[in-house]
């Protein structure tokens, strides 16, 4: 399938299928962090960059046998870049939810929220996770690398004007890296748009995958729990979790039985095809792939991979202490 991959094991949403709206990649930032990739079509527009019955045609594939939404615990929609672009995206939530019976997530970049029209879409999802790694220009331009059609104080009034009006459970992300948004005068500027919110729990997090820029780097498991601890005095903040180290909102992780009922008749090709489908979207390590597709440990993902890594259809590469495949 183009558009639907996993389910895979989401360290904030338990087992999660995810649906990717969008080609590499068209987004309105270029992160430094992103794990993706750079942006290859850095734009404001939005409109239909995929047919939207193209995706629903996916989604009535995928959901014809009811057997495979067992495994699942959530829908999370994604894109390889921003999904509020895609002006399909209210249409696509709104079949999932009739389609799927399963929660309905969206991940964001926190832009576009001062667009009725998105503002209406993202309404129809149960969770909303945004991003805001920075309220001053100076290091929101440095980390972010935003197209210049994006006006830094207009997402934050999105921000907290759809925080206001949405129903759903909202989890604001703010990764934090080293040197750039870590400075009292950038965390100070970031509490105080919490303070304006209407948040179920900020999650903080860092750079922890292989990033897009090697001056990206995380800061220290310490100094998240001590920003995490100072974000949780802010008035009507209910919860602030650190999510860089392994937390997650449902703690089910994966059924073992379930996982290896999933995966155990497909031959190599197809666990590799399936393997595949999901570095495209994101780095992972031995262990991570273990994790979802119940393998009988690393060593299998290894066996399997490493003609991959030889033909160089993939890479690994090594980034705090972790191999990663990409």
């Known amino acids: 399938m183009n558009h639907i991959f996993g389910p895979v094991n989401s360290r904030r949403l338990g087992r999660s299928l995810g649906i990717d709206l ?27 960059y995929v047919p939207t019955a193209a995706i629903i045609a996916e989604i009535d594939e995928y959901c014809s046998d009811p057997r495979r939404m067992d495994l699942v615990d959530v829908v999370t929609v994604t894109a390889s870049g921003e999904p509020t672009l895609h002006s399909g995206l209210g249409r696509i939530l709104q079949h999932l939810k009739e389609m799927t019976g399963k929660p309905v997530a969206v991940l964001v970049n926190g832009t576009n929220l001062d667009n009725p029209e998105v503002v209406v879409d993202l309404c129809r999802a149960d969770v909303v996770v945004p991003s805001l790694d920075s309220a001053l220009e100076k290091s929101f331009r440095r980390l972010n690398r935003a197209a210049l059609c994006i006006d830094l104080q207009a997402m934050i009034d999105g921000l ?35 303070s304006r ?31 995490a601890r100072s974000f949780s005095l802010l008035p009507g903040v209910p919860m602030v979790e650190v999510i860089a180290h392994g937390a997650s909102i449902f703690e089910k992780g994966a059924d073992i039985g379930e996982n290896k009922a ?11 095809e399936n393997i595949l489908q999901m570095l495209q979207r994101r780095p992972c390590t031995a262990v991570d792939i273990n994790r979802t597709f119940m393998l009988n440990g690393p060593g299998k993902v290894e066996q399997l991979l490493e003609p991959l890594v030889q033909a160089g259809t993939i890479e690994k590469r090594l980034y705090n202490g972790k191999e990663y495949y990409q």
């Open 22 to 48: 969008l080609p590499r990649k068209i987004c309105n930032f270029d992160c430094i962090y992103c794990e993706v990739g750079p942006t290859t079509n850095l734009t404001c527009e939005r409109k239909e």
């Open 160 to 194: 907290v004007n759809f925080s206001r009006v949405f129903s759903g459970e909202l989890w604001l992300e703010v990764l934090i890296a080293e040197g750039i948004n870590d400075t009292p005068e950038d965390l100070e500027a970031i509490a105080a748009v919490i």
């Open 197 to 227: 919110m209407k948040l179920t729990r900020v999650q903080l997090n860092t750079v922890v995958r292989p990033p897009l820029e090697k001056f990206a780097r995380p800061v220290s498991p310490e100094r998240l729990a001590e920003i």
């Open 262 to 272: 999933k995966f155990r008749f497909l031959r190599d090709e197809e666990l590799i």
